[in-house]
């Protein structure tokens, strides 16, 4: 579909790229680029990329697809790197997941002729680097395009077809909306993941290896979120703020809510707001964009990046 893709950035998101690419045979050749001397060899070790650079502005020379795959707070200077090296009719796309963000510091530096079209596969785990990267991550689950206001709709639908080939369900919308979707179902459930971890670790009266030895389920599954990649999620936070503290003020009316039933003996609303999220948890599961197993997936998960790993 594509007979050069650039992907900056070959982390857990740019490596699964190539691996789903390399799958389906979407790709005539694959090139990246990344800061990191270790990180390039390792992608070139797995045979994630044909020719791995130090330079962005190297890797996107001559390619039809370049893919940004960085933490949000450096597009805009990556962007103004690569500008005078991409090619025209090149579609210039992301995998942030905050697309205001994206269109404010990217826009102004694409030059005529480059399609910038946005975008967001809404899938990942919590670790991070060229090796945590498998085929499989996109398989069902969405990604979301936002195009902003005069894109190609040609370009669009490329790209549109390039993630349904990859796996993934695909959703337009509007990157405001976007944003404060996903501040509800990912940004907020993230930041009380480190937060309830950061709280436990910090109370006197239990010690740290308290804190590991007796984590149960509940606790032990915020512990797997809070340990994504902060720079990622620091930069997810301070571009997303306005979205988050609207669901953050929305989240506090109802811990209140709580707090108030749990206080007075309210066990009539404790039971049917606990019944009403049980039905939201179930249909989550229905709708195939989770696992019932007790392991939340995981397992499945590791044992396809290993497979994926070991495939030329």
């Known amino acids: 579909m594509f007979q050069r893709v650039a992907l900056i950035g070959i982390g857990l998101i740019g490596s699964s790229i190539s691996h789903a690419l390399r799958r389906r045979g979407l790709a005539g050749s694959i090139v990246g680029s990344a800061k990191s001397e270790a990180t390039r ?32 707070g450096v597009y805009g200077e990556i962007v103004r790197e690569i500008a005078p090296h991409l090619a025209p009719g090149a579609i210039l796309t992301d995998v942030g997941s905050v697309k205001g963000a994206a269109i404010r510091d990217v826009a102004p530096h694409v030059p005529p002729g480059v399609h910038f079209i946005p975008g967001h596969p809404i899938a990942g785990t919590e670790h991070s680097g060229p090796e945590a990267g498998f085929a499989e991550l996109f398989d069902n689950r969405w990604c979301v395009l936002t195009p902003p206001e005069g894109a190609d709709p040609r370009a669009v639908a490329r790209l549109q077809r390039l993630w349904q080939a990859l796996g993934s369900n695909v959703e337009l919308m509007g990157a405001e909306h976007h944003d404060l979707v996903l501040a509800i179902t990912s940004h907020v459930p993230h930041l009380i993941a480190y937060n309830i971890v950061n709280t436990a670790a910090h109370l006197e009266r239990v010690t740290d290896s308290e804190v590991i030895k007796f984590s149960a389920g509940g606790f032990r599954d915020f512990t797997r979120i809070a340990s994504s990649d902060p720079t990622m999620w620091r ?23 709580l707090q108030r039933a749990i206080r007075y003996g309210d066990g009539r609303t404790l039971f049917e707001l606990f019944s009403a999220a049980r039905t939201v948890r179930r249909g989550i599961i229905q709708a195939g964009q989770d696992t019932a197993a007790p392991d939340f997936g995981r397992q499945q998960a590791k044992a396809s990046a290993a497979e994926s790993s070991t495939q030329p």
């Not at 962005?56 to 960085?70: H, T």
């Not at 930069?235 to 809510?257: C, H, I, P, Q, Y």
């Open 235 to 257: 930069d997810v936070f301070l571009n997303n703020k306005e979205a988050v503290l609207e669901m953050l003020g929305r989240f506090s009316e109802d811990l209140t809510a």
């Open 41 to 72: 060899a390792t992608a070139l070790r797995l045979g994630l990329v044909e020719r791995a650079y130090a330079s962005p502005a190297d890797a996107v020379e001559g390619a039809d697809l370049v893919v940004l795959c960085v933490p949000l």
